[in-house]
């Protein structure tokens, strides 16, 4: 199964211009609960996922010790 396309997104993109605008709410609403996302996620390495999780606030990737 291939990976998504979850770093070209638009809808990621409009997030990160302006989290507060409606667009930049419904990704970050569809990331909670997207399963293309927790793929891409798990396929990143942990460094690069953990500061990911950190900029997006999902406590749900970060590493437990």
């Not at 667009?23 to 927790?38: D, E, F, S, T």
């Not at 942990?46 to 500061?51: A, I, L, M, N």
């Amino acid at each position: 199964m291939s990976v998504p396309n979850c770093e070209t997104c638009r809808l990621r993109a409009k997030y990160d211009a302006k989290p507060t605008s409606l667009l930049g709410r419904l990704w970050r609403w569809h990331a909670n609960w997207c399963p293309g996302w927790k793929r891409y996620m798990m396929s990143r390495p942990p460094e690069v996922r953990e500061s990911i999780a950190k900029k997006y606030g999902m406590n749900r990737f970060l590493q437990q010790p």
